[in-house]
């Protein structure tokens, strides 16, 4: 019983397999769910820290394999310096960004997305915004791999 009640979730479970092995999943609250784990915007931005997880923070499907999470950032603090994460910072769920993106800095004049790798431990993603605002924050794995991008919130 136990196999068909797993085997049933499994099907119901609408779980989409992104690029590098990561499965996506969109939870009730709209964030989504990466291996069963929320995912955060998290950084040295004041409303999406690194300690402090917020639903604010919380990455929301915005289109098909596409996910947002908002954050203020002011021109006098940059750079400044994120990832995607779990709360845990799991393997898996820890996205900075690649190694063929190094130095991993986000340049709004070109606008070039920055792979990321969801298995990264200190590689933080830079960006210095071109003036004080919100910005979107977008993980975007429809592609071969997940990937960074930076928009003005309109």
Same mark, same amino acid.
């Given at each position: 019983?136990?196999?068909? @009640?797993?085997?049933?979730?499994? +099907?119901?479970?609408?779980?989409?397999?992104?690029?590098?092995? +990561?499965?996506?999943?969109a /939870?009730?609250?709209?964030?989504?769910? &990466? =291996?069963?784990?929320?995912?955060?915007?998290?950084?040295?931005?004041?409303?999406?820290?690194? /300690?402090?997880?917020?639903?604010?923070?919380?990455? !929301? !499907?915005?289109?098909?394999? &596409?996910?947002?999470?908002?954050?203020?950032?002011?021109?006098?603090?940059?750079?400044?310096?994120?990832?995607?994460?779990?709360?845990?910072?799991?393997?898996?769920?820890?996205?900075?960004?690649?190694?063929?993106?190094?130095?991993?800095?986000?340049?709004?004049?070109?606008?070039?997305?920055?792979? @990321?790798?969801?298995?990264?431990?200190?590689?933080? +993603?830079?960006?210095?915004?071109?003036?004080?605002?919100?910005?979107? =924050?977008? @993980?975007?794995?429809?592609? /071969?791999?997940? &990937?960074?991008?930076?928009?003005?919130h309109?």
């Amino acid at each position: 019983m136990f196999k068909k @009640l797993a085997c049933a979730a499994a +099907v119901v479970g609408a779980v989409v397999t992104v690029g590098m092995g +990561v499965a996506v999943a969109a /939870d009730d609250a709209g964030g989504v769910s &990466v =291996f069963g784990k929320a995912i955060y915007l998290r950084g040295e931005m004041d409303d999406c820290p690194w /300690d402090k997880l917020t639903d604010k923070c919380m990455i !929301k !499907k915005v289109g098909e394999k &596409v996910y947002m999470a908002t954050a203020e950032l002011k021109v006098d603090w940059a750079p400044y310096k994120f990832k995607f994460g779990d709360a845990s910072w799991t393997a898996g769920t820890n996205f900075g960004y690649a190694s063929e993106s190094k130095p991993g800095i986000y340049d709004f004049a070109k606008g070039t997305p920055i792979k @990321l790798n969801p298995n990264a431990v200190f590689e933080e +993603v830079k960006v210095t915004p071109p003036h004080d605002g919100k910005y979107d =924050f977008y @993980l975007d794995a429809s592609g /071969d791999g997940p &990937v960074v991008y930076i928009k003005e919130h309109k």
